[in-house]
């Protein structure tokens, strides 16, 4: 679900092209009719669906007709990749435990949006991104994985966007491949495990300006890619 750019529903789609999962991407759904992430899904010959709450007279009109095209599509997760409305409590909970979002911050700090001004202002050494499970509760679900990306003394919020939307790419494509592959689920304590991926396993430290320099470390072991 999508409501611009559709930047990470695209690394999504590459991932499960290139790695050959199986898992399928039954539609994209936007909230923006003119999103640039609904024309390229339509370019890859996938389904979408605009439900836009500028043609319903009343928000619960809009609830219910988002509820039904998902619900039209049977899907077994669904992942919110830059999905910029809130969602009715009703419709969360239905999909408990399905339903992800990617949030550019390390939650719980910085919720809600401006996270890279806020951060900036905050004058935090570390920001980045975070990947959880959605609850009624804005920005508060369980974690699922997050990458830390280290802020410059000079960053600006583009410069340091950039950084983080890059590790935002590589992130949220590896927990849809831990999905497909039946690694995640939800402890008694309300945690996330992982089967074969360690607690803490991300750590992303960017040495240079370049977003390309983003190096991955994975903790427990000395090895780390190039990204």
């Known amino acids: 679900m999508i409501s611009g750019q559709g930047t990470n529903m695209r690394a999504i789609v590459h991932r499960i092209r290139q790695q050959n999962l199986n898992a399928e991407v039954v539609a994209v759904v936007s909230s923006d009719p003119d999103a640039p992430g609904v024309a390229w899904a ?55 435990g399905r339903m992800l979002n990617i949030h550019p911050s390390l939650l719980p700090a910085f919720p809600g949006l401006r996270t890279h001004e806020q951060a900036l202002a905050a004058g935090v050494q570390w920001h980045g991104c975070t990947v959880h499970f959605v609850t009624p509760d804005l920005d508060s679900g369980p974690i699922v994985a997050q990458v830390a990306v280290f802020v410059h003394p000079d960053d600006t919020a583009r410069r340091l966007a950039d950084r983080v939307q890059l590790a935002e790419h590589r992130l949220y494509p590896d927990v849809v491949t831990w999905l497909v592959q039946g690694r995640v689920s939800l402890n008694k304590g309300g945690r996330v495990d992982v089967a074969g991926v360690a607690p803490r396993a991300y750590v992303a430290l960017s040495s240079s300006e370049s977003p390309a320099q983003l190096k991955i470390l994975r903790a427990g072991n000395e090895s780390s890619t190039q990204v």
């Open 42 to 96: 339509r370019e890859q010959d996938l389904t979408t669906h605009v439900v836009a709450p500028a043609a319903f007279s009343t928000r619960r009109q809009w609830d219910t007709a988002l509820a039904d095209v998902v619900a039209r599509e049977q899907p077994d997760y669904i992942l919110l990749a830059g999905f910029m409305r809130v969602l009715a409590p009703g419709f969360v909970e239905q999909y408990a």
